[in-house]
């Protein structure tokens, strides 16, 4: 008997692609010239660069016929050349989590408009640990006592689960500094940092709830070596911003096409929502604005302040002015996010 190998996730997203291709497009979309310049898209790293974008594709070219502009796609290596292309008003809409999507807000004239849901329905992710399942680097009880002895692999750090938050809430409280009592350190994306210590190439890495669940879908084999040692408080999902700039009319077209794919039924809806699930298995977005980003910069503000409290400084005047400065930015932050007019 012939056997066939079953269907990958990369062949249902390309069957998807091609019935939304194939599918009628809106009268209004074929009939009028575009309405503007290209809207450029920033897409945060989740695997390589061209995998986000791949993934991507299918919706951004449903957006592009929805607001009736072309949408180019700018799809980055790390988060911090996403932060600089943004720094250049080079991302006119972008998918940010965190601390990004934070500074996109209160620094770059961006906007709120959705946020991800996934089809867990929590209203967040958490933060992880993993290590091999082989002692001795597999227990974070050893981890804590000896860190000097541990490979890490950490996310940048404008990267919430992979840095933010494990500084946070495990290392600084144990008096563990991230960036200096390893052994060594890799950084790079949630993927990156899973291999290195499948692969022996680091004993402990961050991670998150989410990235994992992917991780283990196309690296069963690698999967297997690894094991959770620690996990996080929720942290709320990432947003798509807009630029300030855009008119409320386009802003709302945007949120509308967002908050309304992979709702339909019928063939094109399911197809919506295979492309979904193919973008970190989301279930779609809900309509949000800037207050939705408040959770975030309460974490940034948590870990100024606990950085400011440990380091060591020439004099307590020193140590106050700059305990001063982050309640004073983060009084700034606050008043910005709770603008949530149109």
Known sequence: MRRFAPFSAAWFRAAALALLAALPLAASAQANAPDGPPVRFGILPLGGAFESRSDWDPLLAELSRAINRPVSVLSVNSYEALAQAIQRDEVDMAFLSGKMALDAVTQRRMKVVAQV?????????????????????????????????????????????????????????????????????????????????????????????????????????ETERLQVIWESDLIPHAQIVVRREYTPELRKRVQAFLTGYGRAKGPRGDAERVVLKSLHDLAGFVAADNSSLQPAARLAYQLAKQNAMTAQWVNDAAREARLQRIESSYAEQVSVLKDVSP
């Open 117 to 221: 849901v996934r089809h867990d329905g929590l209203p967040g992710y958490r933060a992880l640990l993993l290590s091999r399942k082989a002692p001795p680097f597999n227990s974070l009880k050893n981890l804590l006592e000896q860190p000097d002895r541990w490979r890490l692999a950490r996310g940048e750090k404008l990267s919430v689960s992979g840095f933010i938050v494990p500084q946070l809430q495990l290392f600084l409280p144990n008096h563990i500094a991230m960036e200096t009592r390893f052994r060594s350190e890799i950084v790079g994306t949630h993927q990156a940092t899973a291999l290195a210590v499948a692969n022996n190439e680091a004993d402990v890495a961050t991670n998150n709830t989410a990235d994992f669940e992917r991780f283990k879908t196309r690296f069963p084999a």
